[in-house]
């Protein structure tokens, strides 16, 4: 294992008025993932979902953000990420502290797609973020924004066959690839080359790692 340094990952407020609020139109993406925050204890947290095993989904038990496809009823992306929070882990904007705020978009090397990262924090009287596909995720969970900055080398299946990654593993979940590097850009710590792990499940609309 080894330690990278780490920048002041600062509080969840802090992280998120470095973005403006906004809804881009669909046409700048192809799809929305969303990095919902809290205070935990020891800092900031970011909810992780771990997608249900399926022999059909490329995603099959990666650790991703909440996300997926833009669907023909979105009327923005912003709208496309408030959705599938909703259908995965159940959470409504309502449960937000404020409006989505527009991080940037990013390209999913893999599927030639680009998805437009948003962020918020959870509402301290929302309700908590829950498996609500059972089909598409199998477990939710909240992550130490700390934890980004310690990085193991693990081997999993990547676009090149198998291969040893850096990554981050904490309680037995494996944050690697395309999620590891959003989150790490996201507080700010150093950037390393992630070996481009499978994003979303062709034709169904759901975003992993």
Known sequence: MSGAPSAPIGSTH?????FPVGAPPVSEAGAAVTIVLRDGLRGPEVLLIERTVSPTDPASG??????GRVDAVDASLAATAVRELGEEV?????????PLRFVRTELAARFSLRVAIFAAALDPVGRPPAVASPR????VFWLRAAALAETRRVFTETVRG???VPAAVVDGHIVW???RRILRDFFELPSEADEGGPIF???RSTAGD
């Open 177 to 179: 690839g395309f999620t």
């Open 62 to 67: 990666q650790v991703g953000l909440p996300g």
């Open 201 to 203: 499940a062709a034709g």
């Open 14 to 18: 802090a992280l998120l008025d470095r």
């Open 90 to 98: 159940g959470l409504l904007a309502s449960d937000l502290e404020g």
């Open 136 to 139: 598409e995720v199998a477990h």
């Open 162 to 164: 198998r291969a040893e």
